[in-house]
């Protein structure tokens, strides 16, 4: 094993944690990556799995990859979660969707 596979190997994960402040701004730790979004639909890939954030005016407030902070603004409706076995149908979707 070398160095950087050890690194990979004792990497804690991180945490996952989601707020929501009035519906108008949601925090959410543990982002790995964004992979889509536009004014109606966020597409995030958690630790915990894909995200869907649903809603009105959605604008990325923030985003800290080093930390895997990303806060969004705008009128929130909705939030889902993709199942495991729907990940990849999910991912492949949206990135045809967004190209």
């Given at each position: 094993m070398n160095y950087y596979e050890k690194d990979s190997v004792t990497r804690v994960q991180q945490e996952h944690v989601v707020k929501i402040n009035n519906r108008k701004e949601l925090e959410i730790t543990g982002v790995k990556e964004v992979d889509s979004f536009d004014n109606e639909e966020?597409?995030?890939?958690?630790?915990?799995?894909?995200?869907?954030?649903?809603?009105?005016?959605?604008?990325?407030?923030?985003l800290d990859v080093g930390e895997g902070l990303v806060t969004i603004k705008g009128k929130i409706y909705e939030l889902s979660y993709v199942d495991e076995h729907q990940q990849e149908k999910a991912k492949g979707f949206f990135s045809k969707l967004f190209k």
């Open positions: 966020f597409l995030l890939e958690t630790v915990l799995g894909y995200l869907i954030v649903r809603g009105q005016n959605l604008q990325l407030k923030n």
